[in-house]
């Protein structure tokens, strides 16, 4: 059974940190690109950033999140993390990790992705 299971999303004041991990079960992990993806009310899902599961190259980030988000994984525990500094309020939302094997021009769109988290999140306040 495949599984992505986040953790660490929670409420912080803006310019603060939070670290999400997606652990993950069920599949081949280095055939895989792990992407992240938030959505806040009434919003459309959108991609943060993402990277391979094989080795944790090619990474990429949206560009409202470069310089202040990191992406990265571990292979031997199967976790991808996202590291979220310099926090914003425009920032809060429901965070999901999610699966698949995207084209390299795809890898920021949701419906490229096979398997989904049940997400977790993320709340910024001024």
């Known amino acids: 059974q495949v599984q992505l299971v986040e953790s660490g999303g929670g409420s912080v004041q803006a310019g603060g940190s939070l670290r999400l991990s997606c652990a993950a079960s069920?599949?081949?992990?280095?055939?895989?690109?792990m992407g992240w993806f938030r959505q806040a009310p009434g919003k459309e899902r959108e991609g943060v950033a993402g990277?391979?599961?094989?080795?944790?190259?090619?990474?990429y980030y949206a560009d409202f999140v470069k310089g202040r988000f990191t992406v990265s994984q571990d292979d031997a525990k199967n976790t991808v993390f996202l590291q979220m500094d310099s926090l914003e309020p425009g920032d809060t939302a429901m965070y999901y990790c999610?699966?698949?094997?995207?084209?390299?021009?795809?890898?920021?769109?949701?419906?490229?992705?096979?398997?989904w988290g049940q997400g977790t999140q993320v709340t910024v306040s001024s």
């Open positions: 069920g599949f081949t992990y280095s055939l895989y690109y």
């Open positions: 990277i391979s599961g094989y080795g944790g190259g090619n990474r």
């Open positions: 999610a699966a698949g094997r995207p084209s390299s021009d795809a890898r920021h769109i949701a419906s490229a992705y096979n398997f």
